[in-house]
């Protein structure tokens, strides 16, 4: 794995971290805070950037019929 990849997944993982810390800290009384919506924007743009990137993709065609 890369460094730019562990960097990405560190990200994510934060990112994972702020939408559960978020949902645990207003348990009682459910509601979006502004941490759970930034989590949530972090997990999207480094999983967009994870799947983007070049040291993930194997060069090979995953689509069925392709040899």
């Not at 009682?28 to 967009?48: C, D, E, H, N, Y």
């Amino acid at each position: 794995m890369s460094t730019l990849n562990e960097i990405l997944l560190l990200v994510h993982l934060l990112g994972m971290a702020a939408i559960v810390g978020g949902f645990l800290a207003v348990l009682k009384a459910p509601r979006a805070i502004p941490a759970m919506v930034w989590g949530a924007r972090l997990q999207l743009l480094s999983g967009l950037a994870m799947s983007a990137s070049p040291s993930r993709s194997t060069g090979r065609s995953t689509t069925r019929g392709s040899r």
